[in-house]
Nanobody
Framework: VQLQASGGGLVQAGDSLRLSCVFS????????LGWFRQAPGKERELVAA???????RYADSMKGRFTISRDLSHNTMYLQMDSLKPEDTAVYYC??????????????????WGQGTQVTVSS
């Protein structure tokens, strides 16, 4: 299984950014696919995820600003981030795992990770 995240960069507060994650070697219907982020000195946290059934799950603080989507014909998952804030600055990772639904938000439950892409939001 391989995942490769891209699309990060330096933007200003209020700007938008779209991250991409190209994945291979996994069966989508058997995997939860998620976006996580980790800011300096903080724990890795869920941003949004697709469950194995195809439903979406968002962290409460990101609902309404971030949108997860995917294009299965291209084995790609996206994270559209709007109205970015300086506190959104972090390394963003995509991940895949076969854990049960109750563990979708747990980073430790994901087995496969992309390399991360840096998002920096200036004020």
């Amino acid at each position: 299984v391989q995942l490769q995240a891209s699309g990060g960069g330096l933007v200003q507060a209020g700007d938008s950014l779209r991250l991409s994650c190209v994945f291979s070697g996994l069966i989508v219907r058997n995997n939860n696919l998620g976006w996580f982020r980790q800011a300096p000195g903080k724990e890795r946290e869920l941003v949004a995820a697709f469950t194995r059934s195809g439903n979406t799950r968002y962290a409460d603080s990101m609902k309404g600003r971030f949108t997860i989507s995917r294009d299965l014909s291209h084995n790609t998952m996206y994270l559209q981030m709007d109205s970015l804030k300086p506190e959104d600055t972090a390394v963003y990772y995509c991940a895949a795992g076969i854990q049960v639904l109750s563990a979708v938000a747990m980073s430790s439950a994901y087995r496969h990770w992309g390399q991360g892409t840096q998002v920096t939001v200036s004020s």
